[in-house]
Structures are given as structure tokens and as C-alpha cells.
């Protein structure tokens, strides 16, 4: 990965972490002695160890305690009644008691059967005694049902806050059970976490979902206060296995700062990093809370009419916080799926960097899905760096076509023009809006398939190789980390990843069949665990 084409050596010589030499296999064998392990890849792929650009780590600490209620090929749920069953076997799995918080991840409306939703009124029948919380796909709502309303103080007949979304039933000012964005706010402050007891052996179950797929650096990319503290405790217990890069919510800077001063951001203690803050500027457009200059073609989420959704926490409010941490040197991530998102992103950035909008910050722009080619051009001017999301192609490229159109659709996640534009863009999972599937990552850029079979958007197609260069090179420069990680060269650190197979050699339609065999941190093997 050190050049714009595939490279190869036939040896890497790997000590005290560090990668010491790479290049012929005879020359490699002369730095051999006592003691040396030498593995032979018997036709397997090295590859540089896979940095995610932009995931929610935390929530693969509580993954296991919440119930997978995706469609297929995710999860097993078709329809709202498919999801009631699935909740309550996991419910009985779990033993559930009466008044226990229960639950579900994974809940798309939009590939729920003629239209139908999940409601408050459906978990209350299932679930008459227990909080039930079903998380949006988008991993920005949830629907809830009554009970899980008194525990997070939801009432019906309270006002919908600026940013958010709030469904009713119809003709009444009862809640549906879906909140979106700020309307989910209130829940999403209070999520239960991992208790202390159990927060280690949480933190390696979770991190080994990242290390199964070949990831040695991993993103927090919305840290509260008390995800922060967790994340110490596990680090300070000697308890991460890969790289944790944490990303303040907008909602905690403040607090976390007066704990953390900015001097503390940029260095990792005991493999966690403080990355710098997060700002969420939009939804999803799948659930149709991104923020467009034009109207979605199919309404809004309670059925609104030239819906274009809007900023997802008040404008003020991000101006605000992205001066604070411009201010003291802190990078920014700016969550933006909207072309009117990302347009904000642009205006803020020229707004609050005016003073010197050549320096190098490293803003990036999370998703940046609907990005517009003058916006581009835009972003190679001021060295912003779009964080693309190709999954969505096959995850929700149909949806998208309903609601923007076939033209704006095929434009979503555009890494050929980014390349094109002179800049160096990453691909991100989300995770887990979709499973931490690098290889599946890696086809979808490729490929960019829809679920329902064909291509979206075939001009955005890129090469296996800068489709890993996505998650390697690419993504480190997006942490300032190029001069440690993303290659294979010697004096950096040896996170490595074997593949049963090539990418940049086997069918492009067959890269998602490719098995990560195993995943190195620092010169020692993670994954498999021994």
C-alpha cells in the first residue's frame, strides 16, 4: 500500500512491535535468529492492518445484551411481526425479567412489508410490563414503546424539539413511538451502559468483533461523558487489544474537556486516543432526517410534504462548538448525509477557520453521502476530507432511488470523483448501522450493488486497490497517523491483516467472499484468539 498501484514483497520482517524490514525473502532470512518465528502465508495475502474511519465502537461493548431485530442478510425480521417474535425469543433467551430494560437494534422502516411500521402500541401488547426500545438502522431514533416512555420521560402531547422527530398517531398528539434525532436525545443520554464489573471482558468481546475483520485501529464516534470514563477504566486495566480513537458528542465537549484539556487529544494512553469532537449537522436519509436543498420525493417521516429535512441539532449550537475546538486545535468530525448538511459544513468551516483556511486541520465529513460535485471541488480547496459510506449502495441504494430519485441515488458516496478531485477519501461502516464487514466494504466500493440486484451509480466504481487504500493509507492520514500505520514499510507499526485471498486479484463481484485468516496488533496476533 505505499504507492497508486499494487505493490508486493516477498518478506516482512517484523520486531518489538515495529515492521524492520520489508522486501526479498532471501534478504529477509539473513535477519533471522534464535528464536525467530518465521510464517510462511502459503499463498494468503499480508495486507496492512485495516483502520476504520468512522464507527461506533461502544456499542459493540453492549451488542451482545441487545437483540438483533435487522432485515436480511443482516438480521432475521422481515415485518413488524417478524420483530415482535424475534424480541420476544431473545427476551425469553435472556430471561427477562418484569420492569428490565429490553433492547432490539436494527429497525428499517423502509424494508418493512406494504408500508408497514413498528409501533408503541405493538411493543406494549408484546411487552406489557418491560421498557422496550427498538434502535432505527440509522442508529439515530429508536421506536419506543410506553414503558420505556416513563423511563426516559416521553409524554404524550410534548412538543417535538428543534432537530428532532417525533411521530404521533394520527389526528392526536400521542406519540407514535418513533423519535428521530434530537427527539431521541433524551433516551440516548440515558442508555444504560456496561456495568464496571463487567466492562472488561465487554471490551475485548467487542473489540474482537473489530479484529475478525481485519480492523487494528477503531473509531468511538460520539462519545458521551460516561463512555469516555468507561473507555479509561478499560484502558487503564490494560484491556484494549487494537486502537480506540474517541470523538466527543457535541452534547459532553464541555464536560470532557474540563477533565480532558486539549493537550491531552492527538496521543494514545494505553491504546486509546482522544481524536478530537463530533458534530452531528444532519439524520439519515434513510429515515429521512438528512438535509437536503430539495424535497424528498416521498414526504417526510410522519408524512409531510416538501420535506427536506433540516440540522439535527440547532445551527447556533454546531457554530458554537465548532469554534470551540478550532479554536483549541481539536479535529472535528462533521456528520453530514444532506447536500444542505454539507453545504452548512462548507459556510461553517470558511466562517470559524477565516483566520487561516489553508492550515491543516483535517476536517472530515462523516457520511457526506448526497455530496454535490461543486461541493467537492469545495472540499479539495479547503482539505476537507469526506468520510464516504459505499455499504449503502447495497444496504439501502433502493430506498434511496424512492426518495431522491434515481439521478441523485447513483451520485451517493461518490469515492471516483473525490479521487478524481485530488482528494483522499475514506470508507466507513457506521458500524453497527452495518455489520464491520471490511471485505464487504471494499466490494460495495467496487461494485456499488443494490440489494435488489444491479448498479448504482457504475461511474463511482473505483479499483480494489484504492478501495483499500480507503481503509489503510487513506484512513490513516484521516488521524494524522500516516507516519505509524496504513502500510507496509519499515519503521512503522506492524498491524497486519492475512486475507485468504487477494482483492486486487481474484473477480471484483467475489472480494466479499474473502476471509480475514488473521489479524496482527504490534507484531502480536489477536485474531484468532489463541
Known sequence: MEGDQPSYVEAVVVDDGKIVFAGSDAEAMKLKVSGTVVKDLEGKTLLPGFIDPHSHFIDSLVLADRINVSAPPVGPASSPDEIIKTLTEGAAAKGLKPGELLLGWGYDENLMPKGQTLSREQLDKAFP????????????????????????????????????????????????????????????????????????????????????????????????????????????????????????????VAAILKENPPSTFGSYNKGLKLGGCKVTMDGSPQGKTAWFTTPYLTGGPAGEKNWTGGPGIPVDAMKAMIKTCYDNDLQVLMHGNGDAAIDFLIA?????????????????????????????????????????????????????????????????????????????????????????????????????????????GADQRITPYQALQAITTNAAYQYREEASKGSIAVGKRADLVILSADPNKVAPETIKDIKVIETIKDGKTIYPAS
Open 129 to 252: 410490563n418491560n421498557p422496550v426500545g427498538v434502535i432505527h438502522v440509522s442508529m439515530h431514533g429508536a421506536v419506543i414503546n410506553s414503558k420505556a416512555m416513563e423511563m426516559f420521560g416521553y409524554t404524550d402531547g410534548m412538543p417535538t424539539p428543534e432537530g428532532g422527530v417525533i411521530l404521533r398517531n394520527p389526528g392526536t398528539q400521542n406519540l407514535q413511538g418513533l423519535v428521530m434525532e434530537t427527539g431521541f436525545l433524551p433516551m440516548h443520554s440515558k442508555m444504560p451502559t456496561i456495568g464496571k464489573d463487567q466492562e472488561l471482558a465487554a471490551a475485548k468481546a467487542g473489540q474482537l468483533i473489530y479484529a475478525a475483520a481485519g480492523v487494528t485501529t477503531a473509531q468511538e464516534g460520539s462519545t458521551t461523558l460516561p463512555v469516555l470514563q468507561q473507555l479509561q477504566r478499560v484502558a487503564a486495566q490494560d484491556g484494549m487489544i487494537i486502537d480506540v480513537i474517541a470523538y466527543p458528542f457535541i452534547t459532553d
Open 348 to 456: 461553517a468551516h470558511k466562517e470559524i477557520g477565516a483566520a487561516d483556511l489553508t492550515k491543516d486541520r483535517r476536517t472530515v465529513c462523516i457520511h457526506c453521502q448526497f455530496i454535490r460535485p461543486d461541493q467537492i471541488a469545495e472540499f479539495a480547496k479547503l482539505k476537507i476530507i469526506p468520510s464516504l459510506f459505499t455499504d449503502h449502495t447495497f444496504f439501502f441504494g433502493d430506498t434511496h432511488i424512492k426518495n431522491r430519485g434515481l439521478k441523485q441515488a447513483s451520485f451517493i458516496s461518490p469515492m471516483k470523483a473525490a479521487i478524481e478531485a485530488g482528494l483522499r477519501p475514506t470508507n466507513h461502516t457506521d458500524a453497527f448501522v452495518v455489520p464491520v464487514d471490511q471485505m464487504m466494504t471494499v466490494w460495495t466500493a467496487v461494485n456499488r450493488p443494490l440489494r435488489s440486484g444491479g448498479v448504482l
